[in-house]
């Protein structure tokens, strides 16, 4: 079964290459990512979880835990972990889940047989503190994942949850952002001090306010 974005995420405890993990426990009140990798010791994957190990720092300031999967068992998790730290110049200090059964990856529909048989694709998936998924994404195996990206859509989700504000094509952080039409005319002073934009009725823009 496919699960989609407003889907709880399904619940799950796993191996993971820092213990036993339930899911849904550890990401306690948290937004987390979860992303996939088609196998161990692959060298896409390899620069892949090198680079989310380099930007961990910047999900840990948006509150965000990251939650690695891969097909394979923990214990070799344990040997690539010292390869992709030693080739990426990083330490992994997040979990990478072991899942040989392939119990998680059907979980989350991260099978995609007639793409690669057998192993996971490119999936990532965001989820908030409500458990909900807010975004899934699935890439090819030959194309290593942008997790600027990624942040960018945290930042956006985040914006959303706290101002009902949207944002537009291309948005980075910084730029102007969009009021949801939920909100009226009337409300926009006190919500958003810093003034806003009537483009047209329904395209109200404002400075992003939590800068
Ligand atoms: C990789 O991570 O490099 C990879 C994995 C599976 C298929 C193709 C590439």
Aim: glycine fraction near 6%; proline fraction near 7%.
């Amino acid at each position: 079964m496919a699960v989609r974005i407003g889907d709880v995420a399904p619940d799950f405890t796993a191996d993971t290459s820092q213990g036993k993990i339930n899911f849904h426990e550890w990401m306690g009140d948290g937004w987390a990512i979860l992303f996939s990798h088609p196998k161990d010791y692959t060298p896409v994957c390899t620069t892949e979880l090198g680079r989310v190990a380099k930007l961990k720092g910047e999900f840990d300031k948006r509150g965000v835990k990251v939650f690695a999967l891969s097909v394979d068992k923990v214990a070799d998790h344990k040997g690539w972990i010292n390869d992709i730290n030693e080739t990426q110049h990083t330490t992994v200090d997040y979990p990478i889940i072991g899942d040989p059964d392939r119990k998680i990856a059907n979980l989350y529909d991260m099978i995609h047989p007639n793409a690669i048989d057998n192993m996971t694709v490119r999936s990532v998936f965001i989820i908030g503190p409500d458990k909900k998924l807010k975004l899934t994404l699935t890439y090819p195996a030959s194309t290593g994942r942008n997790f600027n990206e990624i942040l960018r859509v945290i930042d956006s989700l985040q914006l959303t949850a706290k101002y009902s504000l949207a944002t537009p094509a291309d948005w980075t952080p910084g730029q102007d952002c969009i009021i949801a039409t939920s909100v009226k005319d009337e409300e926009i002073p006190a919500k958003f001090p810093k003034g806003y934009k009537a483009v047209k009725p329904y395209l109200r823009t404002t400075p992003q306010p939590n800068l």
